[in-house]
């Protein structure tokens, strides 16, 4: 007899979709392949709380809705006025403090929308001209992780580049202790509901008794599901993590329109992640294609030489990654996110993550997956009458 849904995969789709079955009174049983909880979203201890590349919430979605109903994204905190005077954007090799003039009509221009089968580079160049299509591409580089974002469809690249350049209102949050807290809050309200967790927890082969809901990312998906189709591009970024002692001349915050890098820090808006005294930054750089990792690596000290001057002598903690075909779904022309991997594979499957067909950017599709997965699993598990056999 189906007793209770499985989920396979403890991040934030596999812990979303845990807590919405439990909060729909079905018992669910959570397995993680390492001994924390997390995925993505796990941050290195402290004193220096670094997560892998840029985690911001937007707070325009139903996703926030969801966490914030919940408590999971309290306790936010804000950079002080000084912290958000240090914009900045790099422009010909320069970090200025706005954009070029055609990049900012272009954000003004909210009405405009603009269709899925053409690429960005194309729509926007017939509108701005070629080199502010480009300087725009890069700047949403920071969402796609995508060193040639101009190549993808256009109503995918203006729809973001709209919700983080022209929202009227800024819609970024940052919650304190960084999405580690989130994701303890969550691991806890998990157990709260009845959860079964189980970390240290390999899942090779697709239960037999239930429901199953596999939250883990769309290749090792594809491995426990047999199925080829399960694929859809992402991006591919080298990263850096640098705290340094606090310096007056760091910027807070820089968009790279020339090469589609992005450096934040985060302690403009929560000094527990670091030392006092101390600014923790971290950095990301596209990698080009046919570029190694080593050139992009090098390209994004570079472009650290900009935004923190003399960085080098100062470190206090260094960290260095590239994340690959793990940084969210990316729509080439022609496609919407409808056209991804479906959350209903057939048979009592569902799949949550962040490169399925649901709406959002990142995370966000990790989480509104996850919602409709829990919302299918649910209802077989209600209405199921015996135990679902699976290859």
């Known amino acids: 007899m189906n007793t209770h849904i499985t989920v396979i995969g403890g ?71 000084a912290d958000a005077t240090k914009l900045g954007f790099r422009v010909d090799g320069r970090l200025r403090r706005l954009p070029p ?97 189980e970390t240290g927890s390999r899942v090779d082969e697709l239960p037999t008794d239930g429901p199953v809901i596999v939250a883990t990312d769309v290749h090792a998906a594809r491995a426990l599901l047999g199925d080829d189709s399960l694929t859809w591009p992402s991006g591919y970024c080298a990263l850096l993590d640098i705290a340094v002692t606090a310096d007056r001349r760091d910027r807070s915050l820089v968009f790279d329109l020339d090469a589609g890098g992005f450096h934040e820090s985060y302690t403009m808006q929560d000094d527990t992640i670091a030392p006092a005294g101390e600014s923790l930054f971290q950095l990301q750089m596209p990698v080009r294609e046919g570029e190694s990792p080593r050139d992009a690596h090098q390209r994004l000290q570079d472009f650290a030489d900009l935004c923190v001057p003399g960085w080098r002598d100062r470190t206090t903690f260094q960290r260095t990654a590239t994340a690959k075909n793990r940084t969210g779904a990316v729509d080439l022309p022609g496609h919407t996110w409808r056209d991804r991997p479906a959350v209903d594979r057939g048979g009592e499957v569902y799949l949550a993550g962040d490169m399925v067909a649901a709406p959002g950017m990142r995370a966000e599709i990790s989480i509104n997956s996850a919602l409709l997965a829990a919302r299918g699993a649910t209802a077989a598990l209600r209405s199921g009458a015996s135990a679902v056999v699976r290859p």
Request: charge should be positive; include cysteine.
């Open 101 to 197: 003039v055609r990049m900012l009509r272009a954000q003004a221009r909210l009405d405009l929308t603009a269709p899925v089968d053409v690429d960005f580079r194309t729509w926007a160049a017939n509108r701005w001209g070629e080199a502010t299509a480009e300087r725009m591409a890069n700047a949403i580089s920071v969402v796609t992780y995508d060193a040639d974002t101009g190549r993808l469809s256009a109503a995918f690249v203006w729809e973001l580049f709209q919700r983080v350049f022209s929202a009227p209102i800024p819609a970024v949050r940052w919650v304190k202790g960084g999405w580690q807290r989130v994701v303890d809050r969550m691991a806890a309200r998990a157990t709260e509901l009845g959860v079964v967790v």
């Open 11 to 81: 991040g934030l789709a596999g812990l979303t979709a845990a807590i919405a079955c439990a909060e729909a009174g079905v018992p669910v049983r959570l397995h993680e392949a390492h001994r924390t909880l997390g995925g993505r979203a796990r941050a290195t201890a402290a004193p220096y709380v670094a997560h892998e590349g840029a985690h911001v919430f937007y707070a325009d979605g139903p996703h926030y809705t969801w966490l914030k109903k919940r408590g999971f994204v309290a306790d936010l905190g804000w950079p002080s006025l």
